[in-house]
Antibody
C-alpha cells in the first residue's frame, strides 16, 4: 500500500534552516510527481509547488521562491523540503502529497496520497 | 495568477440534508479541479478529481460538477462524518480558502 511518512516536528530559531523529509513506499517513486502544501495554524491550505521525481525538476508557486528548495534522493525514495532563513510566519504544518496520475500521463493531477504532515515551529 | 473563491465560508446544515459547495475560478481551469476534505488534525483527503470523478473509496453521496470557472461539490445526504472543511484546488496550483461544513 502507498505510504508517505514524513519526519518529525521541528522547533527552530528565526534565521535557521530546516529540512523536512517525505519517505515514500508501496509504489515506484520516480513514476509519480510529489507536491508540497503548507498549512499555517488555523489557516487554509497553500500549494507550494511540485517536483518531477523522474527528472528532479522543481516548480515553485508564487511566494515560495528563494528560501524554499525541493529535492530528492531516489535511492531511498525520499523527497525533501528545505527552508532557509526561517521566519516566524513559516510556522506551519508542511505536507508532501503524491499525484494521482503518473508522470508519464502528463498534465495536471490531483493529490491522492498525503503524508501525515510535519509541524515546523519558528520561535526565538 | 488564478484565484479560487469558495462559497459559502461556513455552511450550517443537519445530518440528512443536502450540501452544495461552490468554487469559482478567476479564469478557466478547464476540468483540472479537485475537491478535498480535511478534518481537524488530519491530512486532507481527495474526494473528487478532474471536476467530476470520485476518488477511490469515496461514497456515492459525494459528487462534483462544473467546468471552466464554476464548480460545485454536492453531498446528497449528510452523514455525521461529513462535517469538516472542504477545499477546492486547481491541480498543480492554488487552493480555495475553504468551506467549513458545520452541524446545525
Amino acid at each position: 500500500q502507498v505510504q508517505l511518512v514524513q519526519s518529525g516536528s521541528e522547533l527552530k530559531k528565526p534565521g535557521a534552516s530546516v529540512k523536512v523529509s517525505c519517505k515514500a513506499s508501496g509504489y515506484t517513486f520516480t513514476s509519480y510527481a510529489m507536491n508540497w502544501v503548507r498549512q499555517a495554524p488555523g489557516q487554509g491550505l497553500e500549494w507550494m509547488g511540485w517536483i518531477n521525481t523522474n527528472t528532479g525538476n522543481p516548480t515553485y508557486a508564487q511566494g515560495f521562491t528563494g528560501r524554499f528548495v525541493f529535492s530528492l534522493d531516489t535511492s531511498v525514495s525520499t523527497a525533501y523540503l528545505q527552508i532557509s532563513s526561517l521566519k516566524a510566519e513559516d510556522t506551519a504544518v508542511y505536507y508532501c502529497a503524491r499525484e494521482r496520475k503518473g508522470i508519464a500521463a502528463a498534465g495536471r493531477s490531483a493529490l491522492n496520497y498525503w503524508g501525515q504532515g510535519t509541524l515546523v515551529t519558528v520561535s526565538s | 495568477e488564478i484565484v479560487l473563491t469558495q462559497s459559502p465560508a461556513t455552511l450550517s446544515l443537519s445530518p440528512g440534508e443536502r450540501a452544495t459547495l461552490s468554487c469559482r475560478a478567476s479564469q478557466s481551469v478547464s476540468s483540472y479541479l479537485a475537491w478535498y476534505q480535511q478534518k481537524p488534525g488530519q491530512a486532507p483527503r481527495l474526494l473528487i478529481y478532474d471536476a467530476s470523478n470520485r476518488a477511490t473509496g469515496i461514497p456515492a453521496r459525494f459528487s462534483g460538477s462544473g467546468s471552466g470557472t464554476d464548480f460545485t461539490l454536492t453531498i446528497s445526504s449528510l452523514e455525521p462524518e461529513d462535517f469538516a472543511v472542504y477545499y477546492c484546488q486547481q491541480s498543480r496550483n492554488t487552493f480555495g480558502q475553504g468551506t467549513k461544513l458545520e452541524i446545525k
